[in-house]
C-alpha cells in the first residue's frame, strides 16, 4: 500500500476500507469470514450485501471449492422469484469497490454525496497494490 512500514500499510488498508463502507448506508456489508482466501489459503472471496434482514447480492469466487461453479459469480436477490439466490451469475473479480458501486446502482442509498470519488480513490490504490 505503499508506506515505509508494515503497520502504515495497515493503516492505510483499514482507513480505505472503511471510507468505502461509510458510502452505502443502511446496508451492510460482510466480507469473506477468514479474509479473501479459502481454508487452504488460495485466493477466493465470499462476501455478502444485505439490507435489515434482507439478503441483496452475494459475490462469491472460489475455484476450488467442491462446487462445480469455479469461476467468480453472483447471486441476486429478485422480488418475486422465489430461487433467484441459487442462480450463480457469472461476474468478472469484483473488489470492494466494485460491489458499493453496484449496489448503489441498483438503487440502494449512498450515504454521503462524494459516494463515487472516494470509490474511485480506493479502487486506483486497489489497482495500484493488488497481487490478482
Known sequence: MGART?????????????????CLDPCKI???PGGRTDKDGELAYRDR???GADEI???HWHP?????????HAHLRIEGVDDALRAHLPTPRMSLEDAIG??????????RSDWADVLERSRRMFQQYRTW
Open 6 to 22: 508494515p503497520a502504515e500499510a495497515f493503516r492505510r488498508f483499514i482507513e480505505a476500507i472503511e471510507a468505502d463502507v461509510s
Open 30 to 32: 460482510t466480507v469473506s
Open 49 to 51: 450485501l444485505s439490507c
Open 57 to 59: 447480492f452475494m459475490l
Open 64 to 72: 476450488r471449492a467442491e462446487s462445480a461453479v469455479t469461476q467468480p
Open 102 to 111: 453496484w449496489a448503489i446502482s441498483l438503487g440502494f442509498p449512498a450515504a
